[in-house]
């Protein structure tokens, strides 16, 4: 199983390559949006509708109810699909990764739910997030994860997240060690456009690995790139009327690149 | 670099900062979810891509986007989440003069634009800034792809195969079949075969014989399921009838690999009968392509037999030697050559070599197959290659998957085609469709990338194209540019190529001087390691560990080495790898056990079971045991065994078992290593204690854990226990430890890599040679890296040197040395890899080219210079090569009847290697006034050198042609002339058309090879008469076409006849309507096939009712085996237009085929259709049934949709039943559809708006088959769209 993971998990371009442990959690990683794949996986300290998957202590900050959805065909081999919804403080998400049949009594499919609150003092928000995994085949299985979150929204964001705080693995020679993720983002106004850099370091205390981001543009047009295990990524983001469009190229080493579309309805 | 390209991308942002925000874009395209749901048979929802109880999601999403700003940014994107990445486009261009900039995919070097490099599709950014005298641009991009490039030549393609004896990759092989001297096996055939007629088959000899050899091999389970199928057909592909003078049937197949199948198709059988599933069911119990898996083979194929008809031809008699396949059909005659390498010999010689007389061939073109008669001695170890061309049809051509779209450029005859309107490409499938078909002479290039990975190529490194540019328009068109791609990466030692770094810098002039307009480029580039010379050596192979292993027949000794396993037994050596059952690739430790061999890999552990006869030849002798089962690491690095217990040391833990437990890892106990970064090397339990040694030392385990022994310095290579002592045997030499202390050294001072004991004896492993314990010289040269004792002998391995020579050795009462032909012992490691030097592997080269126009009076006038010399390579072009060359073309542009051009030229390639010159001249000439004459000569010479006047061709090419109003005539030739060989080969033509009568037209044609020596061709002669009439109610055409053909050779004409005719009558009103008929004949006779065909059809029209009928005889006799066809088709369409709202049709076929032949009962084919729909609409309304019967196929379907759109909606049910096969399906779907607003309005909530839609479907599926239940499924969908 961990074979097909690491292969969705590379052709995806996923944050958490390089992280040196790939177990079915990942599938949350793979579901996170467009724009977090658009800067390399840095999202820590951000607030965005895919809060739910960055930061759950960024929910808070949400505005309004956001639908965001995401997809990908993996090489016409898989299919992945994840759709979320968040309001101010709430968010929950669905997320199905189906191989289909691979040969002769072997398939790969999996799912996932997420629910995460969050809630804020001033400027600092704090938040939870919990997990459920339920491997369907090869090998059933249920699992699931608590997570904590932190962010402050000063002049500068900060955000710590501490994924698996608690946690049980739906296979029994798994493990979802708990590991922190740290990041720090600066937002700023240049001539009316909003410009945002941002930092991550996963795996903090343990083997910790970098990501960097950078966010520019105005409200119809966002342009983004990033730099960090999976490679260079670049993505941008459209919005119009209560839709926005969030698409994401990483460009990993030696692989071909990865390309993921999110949808995001604003009611 | 990626740190650089990064930076300039959020460089490249800010100038997006500086401006206000304001915009207009426009998106369309649709974003839709799906949610589906099915209960019931796994079966029946399959075919609806469901699981039972497994919801199932799924979304789309497609949009095209082109947003603008401040008129100086645009954003254009197309994205379809259905498809690959490389389908994704999008591209944000800033133009804010002087400044411009792109992010996004786009192209570089485009027709016009590249200078440097070649057409490269890119993912990057790239800006420049155009000043007033100035523009200077500069990209960073990421390479999507790898340069590919296809030639093809006009409707021929061109092959080239090689038979010999052994495998010329692995000479220790034989050929393979196809490829092999002993040519197909075949068997001459009894009776004529007859195609279409005659039957073959696989058949089994079921006789008492088959029980008992079945029984020796355990295999009696198959004997049911043989005895239940003793004959199976062969497929059509799967032999050859080849007819020359009598018939010879061949088989495509190798006989072994026939008789395999066969044994595997009755494992499947009895597996399925038996309803076997998982570790229960049967498996071919023999390693593929071993020794034992051939005695086997042989033993079966006695048994097996070509049944053809009822004639049975035994596989033990099949015949070889005369029948070469050369892999493609319609092998063009003139084209073949054969090559012949005579045994001993070195080089390949022309069978027309007067030595080789004994050597005799025919072609059987249309089979593609080379019919053989050679002497005897041949086939021990002499070689054929042929060359041949084969005629090749349709304008599709196979480029291979995951093409990078747009990235390619098709050249026909040297002129750039255009996408879409030349020829179209399927960048997924990568088939190239050319909208004109090619001719004969015709070259097609096409130069292309294709995608890394995926299903494209895969690469080892990431390649990144940097350029820079400067233009100063004032300065003569002035254009500079620097481009560089690099392959960005560290070779691992399993990376095969070196990462290439290319340059090229180039400078371009453009302007007038003295009258004369020109044009200067110059170019310089640098490739170091460039695609076709950047492979990696491979290291040399080493053997790890040599030990000796008992089983039920008898002693084997058993080589581990990088590659694999190599096992001796008898005299002889075979070879085994992971594709035998190994857990990974390179083997490093192993340890005989009662019973059993462990052997330690870098994937796993593998148990070989020895609990049979030739194990290592059985399936089912392996067993691999992987980190995923419970080892404790994933590379097996030392094994050892004592006091009861089995160790195994891995790169990420040890374990201990018992020996009855080595194929059950959760019964080990597990024991970690010293340190996270220790990598054992050795184990070793002696006197109660476990050593281990390591790269950084010597550790031994006691219950405190383990201590480190400092006395024995690493890194450590083997251990080994006599007496109360244990060796150590390091890069220092061998220590002696007595009782866990230094107690001195055997050996001090060299590198000592294996240790031994025979009978008490100790013999080492070093790296000047094997050694017997104070021995004064080793008993075998050089560096030695294995000894082990098996068989009464001590065996040891030297090292693979710089030669990749691998020796084994056997020291007995004497010194044997096995070679690697005896051995199969590849002295390569085929998995690991060094660098080589760059200095060695660089190619630099520069490129100049000159252009000059004038014009004088009535003359254009155009000269050109060109230089490429070797090394010189645009980025991203396939191939290379250098060339030279000076050429002018003068046009002659007066007025008047006449034109007139003159070219001459003069090309060197390959300048500094094998020059090749070509001097060329042409004249065109054409007069046109009335009659039309036409002259052309184009010498040609070329030679070796640089100057050389080896080869004259002179083409030429005349005609003298009129045309008035009721005939016209021609008359050309044209042709070769070639020096020194000196001899002329061209034809003579001639044409004249002639209109006698109004409707009536005679075309004839007489062509005539003419050829001063060589295969004459053959005088063609035709005749065409035509005739058309349109009298009041009928048009009549009728045509009649008489081909006479012979050889020059013979005087024998052959005759080809085409007759053809129909009649088309107007509508005529006959009772019952009108009636429009149409009757159609043909005949064709050739020397092999003789047909006639007759179809007669009619529309018989009274409104509002139409009927048609079809009816289609016909006949054919094929020549040389006297059977006949015969064919009789029905067809009856009937529609009804006149009720209101009602559309009913009806449409029935039926045909037969009969083929008949005196030795055979007549044979009939039956086909049958019929069609029923009605269509029925009335206010909105729509409801389609239709019944469709497949009497021969068993199959009936009925399906009924009705569409009943309503104000804001429409909804859909439809309901089809389909019997097949006896088995009966019953599907009911229902799907409503309607805008979303109507929803949330009935509900009391907010609307959203139209572009919302909402759909639910609701589905049941019924299936009913004999002797099973009857199966339900249920299914429920909820799609949810919006367009924008």
């Known amino acids: ?267 | 670099m990626r740190k650089v390209f990064f930076l300039l991308l959020v460089v490249g942002c800010t100038v997006v900062a500086q401006q206000t925000p304001s915009f207009n874009l426009a998106v369309t395209g649709e974003k839709t979810w799906t949610i589906r749901f099915g209960l019931g048979s796994a079966g029946l929802l399959a075919d609806e891509s469901l699981s039972p109880g497994q919801p199932a999601l799924t979304q789309s999403l497609r949009a095209e986007i082109k947003g603008t700003a401040l008129d100086l940014i645009t954003l254009t994107a197309s994205f379809n989440d259905q498809l690959g990445p490389e389908f994704q486009d999008f591209l944000l261009t800033v133009d804010h003069t002087p400044w411009t900039g792109e992010l996004g995919r786009f192209v570089v070097g485009a027709e016009g634009e590249g200078l440097g490099v070649y057409n490269k599709r890119v993912l990057g950014a790239r800006g420049a800034y155009a000043g007033d005298e100035v523009t200077v641009g500069a990209l960073v991009t990421r390479l999507e792809g790898i340069s590919e490039s296809r030639t093809f030549s006009g409707e021929r393609g061109t092959g080239e195969t090689t038979f010999t004896v052994n495998d010329p990759d692995e000479p220790w092989r034989p050929a393979p079949y196809l490829r092999s001297v002993e040519g197909l096996a075949y068997w001459p055939l009894r009776i004529q075969f007859v195609e279409g007629l005659s039957e073959v088959a696989l058949r089994v000899d079921g006789s008492a014989a088959l029980g008992a050899f079945l029984a020796d091999w355990g295999l009696s389970y198959l004997e049911e399921d043989l005895a239940a199928e003793l004959v199976t057909p062969l497929a059509g592909g799967e032999f050859l009838v080849l007819r020359d003078g009598g018939d010879d049937l061949a088989l495509r197949l190798a006989p072994a690999a026939l008789a395999r199948r066969r044994i595997q198709d009755a494992i499947d059988a009895h597996n399925t009968r038996l309803g076997l599933t998982g570790s229960n069911r049967r498996t071919y119990p023999l390693i593929e392509g071993s020794e034992l898996e051939a005695r086997f083979l042989d033993e079966w194929s006695a048994f097996l037999s070509v049944l053809v008809d009822e004639d049975a031809y035994p596989f033990p008699h099949a015949q070889y030697r005369r029948y070469l396949s050369l892999g493609e059909r319609d092998v063009i005659e003139d084209t073949v050559e054969v090559w012949i390498r005579l045994p001993g010999e070195e080089e390949f010689r022309p069978s027309s070599d007067p030595d080789l007389v004994d050597f005799a061939w025919t072609l059987l073109p249309a089979d593609g197959v080379l019919r053989i008669s050679f002497p005897d001695g041949f086939f021990t170890d002499g070689a054929v290659r042929v060359t041949f061309a084969f005629r090749r049809e349709g304008g599709s051509f196979a480029l291979g998957l995951s093409l990078v779209p747009g990235s390619e450029r098709v050249y026909r005859n040297g002129k750039l085609l255009v996408r879409n309107t030349d020829y179209a490409l399927d960048y997924e499938a990568g088939i190239l469709l050319l909208f004109a078909p090619l001719g004969p002479e015709d070259e097609l290039r096409v130069d292309f990338e294709r995608q890394r990975g995926g299903l494209g190529v895969v690469t080892d490194y990431e390649r990144t194209l940097f350029g820079l540019t400067v233009n100063v328009p004032g300065w003569d068109a002035l254009h500079l540019a620097v481009y560089r791609a690099m392959d960005f990466g560290t070779p691992l030692p399993t990376t095969r190529t070196m990462p290439n770094t290319h340059t090229v810098a180039t400078l371009a002039l453009a302007g007038e001087v003295a009258g004369w307009a020109y044009s200067l480029s110059i170019a310089a580039a640098e490739n170091v390691f460039p695609s076709d010379d950047n492979a990696r050596i491979p290291s040399p192979n080493r053997v790890h560990a040599i030990s000796a292993a008992q089983a039920l027949d008898g002693a084997y000794v058993i080589f581990g080495h990088q590659n694999g396993l190599t096992v001796y037994k008898d005299g002889a050596f075979a070879g085994y790898g992971a594709a035998h059952g190994l857990s990974g690739r390179a083997v490093s430790a192993l340890l005989p056990l009662p019973g059993r061999l462990l052997v330690g890999t870098d994937g796993g552990l593998t148990v070989v079971r020895l609990t049979e006869p030739t194990p290592f030849d059985r399936v089912r002798s392996w067993v691999r045991i992987t980190k995923n089962d419970g080892l404790p690491g994933t590379e097996v690095l030392a094994l050892a065994s004592g006091d009861g217990l089995v160790y195994v040391a891995t790169d990420d833990g040890l374990a201990s078992f018992a020996p009855a437990d080595a194929e059950n890892p959760q019964r080990w106990q597990p024991l970690a290593l010293p340190a996270d970064d220790t990598r054992p090397t050795s184990l070793l339990r002696a006197d109660g204690v476990l050593y281990l040694g390591a790269t950084d030392g010597l550790y031994v385990w006691s219950e405190a854990g383990w201590t480190h022994v400092a006395e024995a310095p690493g890194p450590i290579h083997d251990l080994l226990a006599r007496g109360g002592e244990v060796y150590v045997a390091s890069d220092h030499g061998i220590r002696i430890l007595r009782g866990g202390v230094g107690a001195g050294w055997i050996v001090l001072g060299k590198a000592v890599y294996d240790l031994a004991l025979d009978e008490g004896t100790l013999w080492y492993a070093a790296e000047d040679g094997l050694w017997q314990e104070a021995g004064s010289a080793p008993a075998v040269g050089g560096a030695v890296t294995a000894v082990g004792v098996g068989q009464g002998a001590v065996w040891a391995a030297s090292l693979a040197g710089e030669d990749f020579r691998l020796d084994l050795w056997r020291v007995g009462e004497r010194v044997e040395r096995f070679t690697q032909s005896q051995t199969k012992l590849d002295g390569r490691d085929l998995a690991q890899f060094r660098d080589i030097p760059a200095a060695e592997h660089t190619r630099y080269g520069i490129s100049g080219g000159l252009s000059l126009s004038r014009t004088f009076g009535d003359w254009q006038w155009d000269v050109r210079l060109a230089s490429r010399f070797p090394g010189y390579e645009e980025i991203g072009r396939s191939g290379r090569s250098d060339g030279h060359g000076i050429s002018f073309t003068a046009r002659y542009k007066g007025a008047g009847p006449t034109t007139l051009e003159l070219r001459g030229g003069w090309d060197v390639a390959n300048l500094t290697t094998r020059p090749q010159s070509r001097l060329t001249a042409s004249l065109d000439w054409r007069w046109s006034d009335g009659p039309t004459a036409s002259l052309s000569l184009t010498p040609t010479v070329t030679g070796s050198g640089v100057v050389a006047f080896e080869r004259l061709e002179m083409g030429w090419r005349a005609g003298l042609s009129n045309k008035t109003q009721a005939w016209s005539w021609g008359l050309s030739t044209s042709g070769t002339l070639r020096y020194p060989s000196f001899y002329a080969a061209g034809q003579l033509g001639a044409t004249a058309s002639l209109q006698p009568a109004t409707g009536w037209t005679t075309d004839l044609s007489w062509t005539r090879p003419v050829r001063t020596t060589g295969t004459l061709g053959e005088e063609t002669l035709r005749a065409t008469v035509k005739w058309a009439s349109v009298l009041d109610q009928v048009s009549l055409n009728a045509s009649w076409q008489e081909s006479l053909r012979h050889h020059l050779t013979t005087d024998a004409w052959r005759s080809e006849r085409t007759i053809q005719a129909d009649a088309r009558w107007q509508a005529w009103p006959v009772p019952g309507g009108d009636l429009t008929p149409r009757l159609f004949a043909t005949l064709t006779a050739t020397p092999t096939e003789e047909r006639w065909t007759a179809r007669l059809e009619a529309d018989l029209v009274q409104s509002p009712v139409v009927l048609r009928l079809k009816v289609t005889v016909g006949q054919g006799l094929q020549v040389a085996t006297g059977r006949t066809d015969q064919t009789l088709a029905l067809s009856f369409a009937w529609e009804h237009g006149g009720w209101r709202g009602l559309r009913p049709s009806l449409q029935w076929n039926r045909s037969w085929t009969l083929l008949s032949h005196p030795r055979y009962p007549t044979e009939v084919t039956e086909k049958e259709e019929a069609v029923l729909r009605v269509t029925w609409e009335v206010e909105g309304w729509r409801d389609v049934l239709t019944l469709s019967w497949k009497p021969r196929d068993q199959q009936v379907s009925v399906t009924n949709r009705v569409t009943w759109p309503f104000a804001s909606g429409a909804l859909t049910a439809q309901t089809s039943v389909q019997l097949k096969d006896q088995s009966l399906d019953v599907t009911t779907r229902a799907d409503l559809g309607l805008p979303l607003d109507t929803l949330l309005v009935a509900l009391g909530a907010e609307p959203v708006g139209e572009m919302w839609g909402l759909s639910v479907e609701l589905g049941h599926i019924l299936g009913l088959a004999p002797e099973t239940d009857m199966a339900h499924a249920l299914f429920l969908g909820v799609t949810l769209a919006v367009r924008f």
Not at chain 1, 114 to 123: H, K, S
């Open chain 1, 1 to 267: 199983m961990r074979g097909w993971l690491l292969a969705l998990l590379v052709a995806l371009g996923s944050v958490g390559l390089g992280q040196g442990f790939v177990g079915g959690d990942i599938l949350f990683d793979l579901a996170a949006g467009a724009r977090r794949a658009g800067m390399a996986g840095v999202g820590v300290a951000l607030a965005s509708p895919d809060a739910l998957f960055a930061n759950p202590a960024a929910l808070p900050w949400v505005e309004g109810v956001q639908i965001l959805s995401t997809y990908a065909d993996l090489f016409g081999a898989a299919h992945l699909g994840a759709v979320s919804v968040t309001g101010p403080g709430l968010g929950g998400a669905g997320i199905g990764l189906d191989a289909g049949t691979i040969g002769p009594g072997l398939a790969f499919r999996t799912a996932g739910a997420v629910l995460g609150a969050g809630v804020r003092l001033g400027p600092v928000g704090a938040g939870a997030r919990a997990r459920l995994l339920r491997p369907i085949a090869p090998t059933a299985g249920i699992g699931g994860a608590l997570d904590l979150a932190l962010l402050w929204r000063g002049p500068i964001h900060i955000g710590a997240v501490g994924r698996s705080i608690l946690s049980h693995a739906p296979v029994s020679d798994e493990a979802w060690p708990a590991e922190w993720a740290v990041g720090i983002a600066l937002p700023m106004n240049v001539g009316g456009m909003t410009l945002t850099l941002a930092c991550d370091a996963s795996d903090v205390g343990g083997s910790p690995s970098f990501a960097v981001g950078g966010e520019l543009g105005a409200g119809w047009l966002l342009v983004r790139a990033g730099y960090g295990p999976a490679g260079i990524a670049m993505g941008g983001t459209v919005g119009w009327g209560p839709f926005a469009l969030d698409w994401a190229l990483v460009l990993p080493p030696v692989l071909p690149p990865a390309f993921r579309v999110s949808f995001t309805v604003r009611l």
